[in-house]
């Protein structure tokens, strides 16, 4: 069963920036799409960010110029640099296959207050 293990999350001031990153085993990484979700108190989990086989990116429009989804398929990490957060921002963090797949990770959690 594929697998994944985020990390980078933490406290930051609004405007301060994070990057989170995610190892993926157990998939052919360099062939599959991948994404980070979030998911905030009482909301359901979000894509934020997509990025395809071939790196072509996509973005959601809450995070659109300020967060940037990247890949190193060596490695099969996936990250995603955070820029200008906000408070909204505050959520669990994931990172899964776009589409998702039935097996998620634990999260890392980014809380974004002064």
């Known amino acids: 069963q594929v697998q994944f293990v985020e990390s980078g999350g933490g406290l930051v001031p609004p405007g301060g920036s994070l990057r989170l990153s995610c190892e993926v085993s157990?998939?052919?990484?360099?062939?599959?799409?991948m994404g980070w979700y979030r998911q905030a108190p009482g909301k359901q989990r979000e894509l934020v960010a997509g990025?395809?086989?071939?790196?072509?990116?996509n973005y959601a429009d809450s995070v659109k110029g300020r967060f940037t989804i990247s890949r190193d398929n060596a490695k099969k990490m996936v990250f995603l640099q955070m820029n200008s957060l906000k408070p909204e921002d505050a959520a669990v963090y994931y990172c899964?296959?776009?589409?998702?797949?039935?097996?998620w990770g634990q999260g890392t959690q980014v809380i974004v207050s002064s």
């Open positions: 990025i395809t086989s071939g790196g072509t990116t």
């Open positions: 157990r998939i052919v990484f360099r062939w599959s799409a």
């Open positions: 899964n296959t776009n589409p998702s797949v039935d097996s």
